[in-house]
């Protein structure tokens, strides 16, 4: 592996680790901040008075920083791919936060999901494309995407079944936080012309644009329904979507000749699997806890 690519490996996992961190300390936070039905944007502000939430955003920030590292060396099919460790390492987290030990059926899972990730990175061998895309590109993805955002925005505000709605809100999240993965390649990409090039080029506001969508409508999937429902949505859309938009808006390639598109789709497949199943079931353990901790208080 060329130390470029090793070195974006490295920092993608980094950030999934502060993406964990993130993502833990913003679930804690989901349900403590209020009781009340409130817009999108009310419970993001409502949010920064909880102190759970502010760690988690300092991490997911940091997140996004290394994310921008590893995106400076390697594809964004790698890089979003990688994110998906963050669950590996919530795992532990997860451990301490609860106080009960991991199940085996979770470890199970984590050790399938880290050997299908192994065989994507090292069979399929994504390979970065263009780091800026044309706007006529761009509009092709907004007619697209703006009326399937729109839809999901539309149904979650009006489904009665929660579990539904977190699933749609998660959905749009993901998205969000990919579409911050590709447009940050173009950022970067500006960079290279100096401060000025940097601060002139689109890129670099709609990828904060995305950063802060991502995260406005990952709180309110968290607040909006059961964790189960957005965990895993949210964890397999991203890199799913980043990987759609790295090959038809980047042009990046991975490695499917005859003798390893086979095993590159079982690896991909199981990889979807495993991420739902893990997230599922780390969100249970996270609810459990909630659910424990507020009966507790209750008793006081």
């Avoid at 955003?57 to 390697?74: E, R, T």
């Avoid at 791919?81 to 590996?88: I, K, S």
């Avoid at 050997?115 to 044309?134: M, Q």
């Amino acid at each position: 592996m060329p130390k470029a690519e090793l070195a974006a490996v490295l920092l993608a996992l980094a950030a999934a680790f502060a993406s964990a961190i993130g993502n833990v300390a913003r679930q804690r936070s989901a349900h403590e901040v209020t009781d009340e039905r409130v817009g999108y944007l009310a419970l993001f502000f409502m949010s920064w008075r909880n102190r759970d939430w502010r760690l988690g955003a300092v991490a997911a920030v940091a997140n996004y920083g290394l994310q921008a590292a590893a995106l400076s060396l390697g594809s964004v099919i790698l890089v979003t791919g990688l994110q998906v460790t963050a669950l590996l390492f919530a795992l532990p987290l997860y451990a301490r936060m609860t106080g009960a030990p991991v199940s085996r059926w979770d470890w199970s899972w984590a050790a399938i999901l880290a050997t299908a990730l192994a065989v994507v990175v090292t069979v399929g061998n994504p390979v970065a494309g263009y780091s800026r895309a044309p706007l006529h590109t761009w509009l092709v993805v907004a007619a697209i995407a703006g009326p399937l955002v729109g839809l999901c925005l539309w149904g979650a505000r009006l489904w009665p079944d929660r579990a539904i709605a977190a699933v749609l809100l998660a959905a749009v999240s993901g998205a969000s936080l990919a579409l911050f993965a590709v447009l940050v390649k173009g950022a970067l990409d500006a960079a290279k012309g100096g401060i000025v090039a940097v601060l002139a080029t689109p890129e670099l506001y709609a990828c904060i644009g995305a950063a802060i969508a991502g995260m406005v409508f990952q709180q309110s999937a968290y607040r909006g329904g059961p964790l189960n429902a957005s965990m895993p949505t949210m964890t397999v859309a991203k890199p799913t979507v980043g990987s759609l938009l790295g090959v038809f808006v980047l042009g990046e390639t991975v490695d499917t000749g005859d003798q390893t598109v086979f095993a590159l789709a079982v690896a991909v497949a199981v990889m979807v699997v495993a991420t739902a199943a893990l997230a599922r079931g780390e969100a249970e353990t996270v609810e459990a806890h909630t659910d424990t901790f507020a009966a507790v208080l209750s008793t006081r």
